[in-house]
């Protein structure tokens, strides 16, 4: 089945610490997304990439950090400059141009203790 | 920038209609979407519109209108399932009309 994974579902970190998030996805998408949600809030955009080794900043990139080696995966690192990590992050993808359809991952949810 | 208002709650009655609203401000409208997220689920798309008009997709419709910068999901024939937060999001060319700008979400409730 084609999809799109996160890990971990649930990830603890002590402030000043770095943390990746994984995204893997197997659907030939060339566009991938993350995307911060707090609560009771819509998605922000952090970092997008329409294709593979580039990308660009979101709405609010400061504070994390992209790659895109491999079209199949988008890790995203929270750095400790991030102020308020403490959030839902989602990661997507999706096809180039059409309607824009994007599907989504679970989600990892990040708490900084 | 851009700008999405729509209601931040609705509570609707299981097998009754419920229309939620979206007005939008941006500079280079290409579309509006809708997409459904279960607590502490993924979103999932709904709809999208491009064109003025009426899309229909089972018991969910979506409207359009560009002149008016105006649109609404439309959920028919409720069930509790459809408890859940809808949100609208614009493509637009001042984000690049491959990403969306996603409004703050309508959190509906249906109740029996």
């Known amino acids: 089945d084609g999809g799109i994974t996160q890990s971990p579902k649930y990830l603890f970190r002590k402030e000043g610490q770095n943390v990746t998030l994984s995204c893997e996805q197997n659907l030939n998408h060339d566009a991938m997304y993350w995307y911060r949600q707090d609560p009771g809030q819509g998605l922000r955009l952090i970092y997008y990439s329409q294709i593979v080794n580039d990308f660009q900043k979101g709405d609010i990139a400061e504070g994390y950090s992209v790659s895109r080696e491999k079209k199949e995966s988008f890790p995203l690192t929270v750095t400790s400059a991030q102020k308020n990590p403490t959030a839902f992050y989602l990661c997507?993808?999706?096809?180039?141009?059409?309607?824009?359809?994007?599907?989504f991952g679970p989600g990892t949810r990040l708490t900084v203790l | 920038g851009q700008s999405l208002e729509q209601p931040s709650e609705v509570t609707a009655v299981e097998g009754a209609i419920v229309q939620i609203n979206c007005t939008y401000q941006?500079?280079?409208?290409?579309?509006l979407s809708w997409y459904q997220q279960h607590d502490g689920g993924a979103p999932t798309f709904l709809s999208y519109?491009?064109?003025?008009g009426l899309e229909e997709t089972g018991r969910f419709s979506s409207f359009l209108s560009r002149s008016d910068s105006y649109g609404y999901l439309l959920l028919q024939e409720l069930q509790m399932k459809d408890s859940a937060s809808y949100f609208c999001a614009v493509r637009d060319r001042e984000k690049g009309a491959n990403n969306l700008f996603f409004g703050t979400g309508t959190r509906l409730t249906v109740i029996p």
């Open positions: 997507a993808s999706s096809i180039s141009g059409g309607r824009n359809e994007q599907f």
């Open positions: 941006t500079s280079g409208f290409y579309g």
């Open positions: 519109n491009g064109l003025d």
